[in-house]
DNA sequence: CTCTTGGTTCGACTTTTTTGGAACAAGCCC
DNA sequence: GGGCTTGTTCCAAAAAAGTCGAACCAAGAG
């Protein structure tokens, strides 16, 4: 019953994957788990209530961006990195690699 | 005056640029304009009412994927490949190379 | 069985996006 | 000047996303 359904990344459209990028909140997730390659999902994002926390995490799974392991109570999150390179060749590590801008003051009219 | 405003790359957070190739007309768009170079607005997406495309060139511009080049009461948009792939390496590349996952039918319980 | 823990689901609400009609602006041609 | 073509801006309405409390569920501990 614990199993956790994952979309087949072949049926998967490259703006449900972006989209699922898009947002900076899943986007630190991601980055997390990238470096760890596997998060039990109660510490990420440990600052947002849980609700909003597994909404997010339901948005990464569904875009096919993440594997959920369920353990107990527990769910481990980790990449579906090597199918993703497969579907969507480069995608993931230019998305990892994309630097931030330096939190930019509100430049006020330089 | 008929200049037309572009971000710097660099103060274009990565998610901005998702976002804006995150959706199905504008992704569209993009690839037109890819294999071409360079396109005058008006034969993007022709059957979108003009408000609605300006609208998504808008979105595009702003999020540093497009430069728009203003010749009389024309525009002429293209991509900031180089640019683009100096501040987000291999990004634009992969999303272009994405397949699109051919138009599943409702796949009926195979 | 009860309590706790880790997470999901529901429902409501807020914020963003998307969409497109209508009015407007600018360049071009006669 | 008019009239035509391109495209933008304004505005409002509709749809989609994000946020999060509260109720809920399943697994483990005692």
Redesign the interface.
């Known amino acids: 019953m614990g199993e956790v359904t994952e979309p087949a990344l072949?049926?998967?459209?490259?703006?449900a994957v972006?989209?699922a990028?898009?947002?900076?909140t899943r986007?630190r997730m991601v980055r997390t788990i990238a470096d760890g390659g596997e998060r039990l999902c109660g510490m990420l994002e440990e600052q947002l209530p849980k609700a909003t926390r597994s909404h997010h995490l339901k948005v990464l799974r569904e875009a096919g961006v993440t594997h959920t392991r369920v353990v107990g109570t527990g769910r481990y999150v980790s990449l579906r990195r090597e199918e993703l390179d497969r579907?969507?060749?480069?995608?993931l590590?230019?998305?990892l690699?994309?630097?931030?801008?330096a939190a930019?003051e509100k430049?006020a009219a330089v």
Do not use: I, K, S, Y
């Open positions: 072949a049926d998967v459209p490259v703006t972006l989209q990028l898009a947002d900076p986007l579907h969507f060749p480069g995608l590590p230019a998305v690699t994309a630097a931030e801008p930019a430049r």
